[in-house]
């Protein structure tokens, strides 16, 4: 099992940047395949970024390819997600999550992820 807490989020202008960071608990995190995804009020969940448990493999939605960077310390058991070029349109709670995995296959399903952090607030402003 894992607890995932997020930090980083706030208010930003567009066109600015944020690190967002997910510290998780317990010592196998290096076994858990980690996502990110954002809601929007009075929209579902969406996928925004994973990366695979070695950090080899990373995907990204088409809404954040380019603008966003995904990535994590094993040995400080925590995942980043750094966004640049920040829209109005990015606007959301972001929420990390973690599913155990004994391969390097991500996935982008958010029904696919056990374990999930209580989200932080990112708000772009125009």
């Known amino acids: 099992q894992v607890q995932l807490v997020e930090s980083g989020g706030g208010l930003v202008q567009a066109g600015g940047s944020m690190r967002l960071s997910c510290a998780a608990s317990?010592?196998?995190?290096?076994?858990?395949?980690m996502g990110w995804f954002r809601q929007a009020p009075g929209k579902e969940r969406e996928f925004v970024a994973a990366i695979s448990r070695s950090g080899d493999s990373t995907d990204y939605a088409d809404s954040v390819k380019g603008r966003f960077t995904i990535s994590r310390t094993n040995a400080k058991n925590t995942v980043y997600l750094q966004a640049h070029s920040l829209e109005p349109e990015d606007t959301a709670v972001y929420y990390c999550?973690?599913?155990?995995?004994?391969?390097?296959?991500?996935?982008?399903?958010?029904?696919?992820?056990?374990?999930w952090g209580q989200g932080t607030q990112v708000t772009v402003s125009s």
């Open positions: 317990g010592r196998t995190f290096s076994s858990y395949n």
């Open positions: 999550a973690a599913i155990y995995s004994t391969n390097d296959y991500i996935v982008r399903s958010k029904y696919s992820y056990a374990y």
